[in-house]
């Protein structure tokens, strides 16, 4: 339950080339993480996501809560979990309040 | 020089695929009529939608050509959808009947646009070059609303009906649409060859525009949308386009039967073969698509004050009047 899941009518893609870079960018201890790897298509419009937005968007496959979220961003990201548990609800409460995202309440 | 933009993106984010040039129609301003090209195989046309699916391509919108004509375009799009693409396609209408409407509705098109240019029925008719192809359009769009697939209506604005185009808005409402293309003519092949009838001149051009725009501005029931760059330079001008000046080769390219790309259907110049070709070489190396995503400014567009946000206007147009993919837009009014 709570698992949170895209909305399906949204057309989005990773762009790898652009996220292969901000890594490397990243793991050379450079700026970067502002830059959209993930695009979203939307009534016509475009939005970008930047890495950790990215990354959160790609694991909301309905399989995961958002504590399932965090433990795995733990794995990419040396932050503090405390402030990475709070950038996630934060991402994840402004993409639900716009309908990209949502919970799935059915339990287990 | 380089575009952070284009450069972001992986590939394009749509694929206009013309599957054959064959067409039951002889429209008076087709780019395509006279156009001929081996087709390929579906086992081909699939090996083609495996590639695009590889390279996240999102959308391909099937054009022509009439697609309904084209034998395995069900086949086709069904394969397409399974493998995660979008798909919709642009027909003339004569042969979407209720069958298949439902067969569009079951391959799980996103979307079908139906090609109306005159609310006239025997305007658009005598434009088409068809008797009683008003009625066969109209006929799509109902049979489309009535199976629940989502209709668009494609208006190429000409001097038939660039005083009228609220009559086009008006037919719209009365069957369902939900989204209206006042497109710009385009002067390639029969547009070419008949531009000196069908064109507006620049100051008609501004003239639409700015009255197109307020309407659109007011409009709430109906979506309406444009294709062109040129109208970037109009005063008070804001839509947020995913990138400035033409789209083509930064957004999309356009396939031809065989399989080979150009930056759209209007520009001839083939910049590689999706299937004998590497894609992504082709993409980010091809000569004519960095020089469309990197035009320079040249003849009235040097010093304008606009070009920063049209960067020229349509390149098809300026291609084809002029030979030059970065001349000025003949249809600029500045």
Known sequence: MNKLQRNPDIVWRVEKRRQQAVLERMAAGEEGGDEGTVILLISGMMHQLNLLGGMIWTLCDGQRDIEQLVTELQKEFDVDPTILQADVQEFVADLVERGWLSYDQSTD | ?334
């Open chain 2, 1 to 334: 020089m380089t575009n952070p933009l284009t450069e972001q993106f992986s590939a394009p984010l749509t694929f206009n695929w013309t599957l054959s040039y064959s067409c039951n129609f002889a429209c008076s301003h087709c780019y395509s009529r006279e156009e001929q090209c081996a087709e390929l195989t579906l086992a081909e046309l699939k090996q083609i939608v495996d590639r695009l699916a590889r390279h996240q391509v999102p959308f391909i919108n099937f054009g022509g050509g009439e697609p309904l004509i084209h034998k395995d375009l069900f086949a086709l799009s069904d394969y397409a959808r399974q493998q995660g693409l979008n798909v919709s396609m642009n027909s003339n209408g004569w042969l979407l009947d209720k069958q298949a409407a439902e067969q569009i509705k079951a391959c799980g098109f996103r979307s079908v646009g139906i090609s109306i240019d005159s609310a006239d029925g025997a305007l658009h008719d005598d434009f088409r070059n068809r008797p009683g192809s008003f009625d066969r359009a109209v006929n799509a769009l109902d049979e489309l609303a009535a199976a629940g697939v989502r209709s668009t209506m494609s208006s190429v604005i000409s001097r038939i009906n660039y005083q009228n185009f609220n009559d086009l808005l008006d037919l719209a409402r009365e069957h369902q649409v939900a989204q209206v293309y006042l497109h710009n003519f385009k002067c390639s092949g029969r547009g070419f060859k008949n531009r000196q009838e069908l064109d507006l001149t620049p100051e008609e051009w501004k003239d639409f525009y700015l009255e197109a725009l307020k309407v659109k501005e007011e409009t709430r029931d109906l979506l309406i949308s444009f294709d062109d760059p040129v109208i970037a330079s109009l005063p008070g001008y804001k839509e947020n386009s995913l990138v400035k000046g033409s789209s083509c080769g930064k957004l999309s390219l356009h396939l031809r039967p065989n399989g080979d790309m150009t930056p759209c259907g209007f520009i001839p110049l083939v910049v590689g073969n999706i299937l004998q070709d590497d894609f992504e070489e082709v993409w980010y190396n091809s000569p004519v698509l960095n020089k469309m995503r990197n035009k320079e400014a040249k003849g009235k567009c040097q010093g304008c004050g606009a070009y920063e946000d049209c960067l020229g206007g349509c390149t098809a147009r300026a291609f084809a009047t002029t030979g030059d993919l970065s001349e000025p837009d003949p249809h600029c009014w500045k």
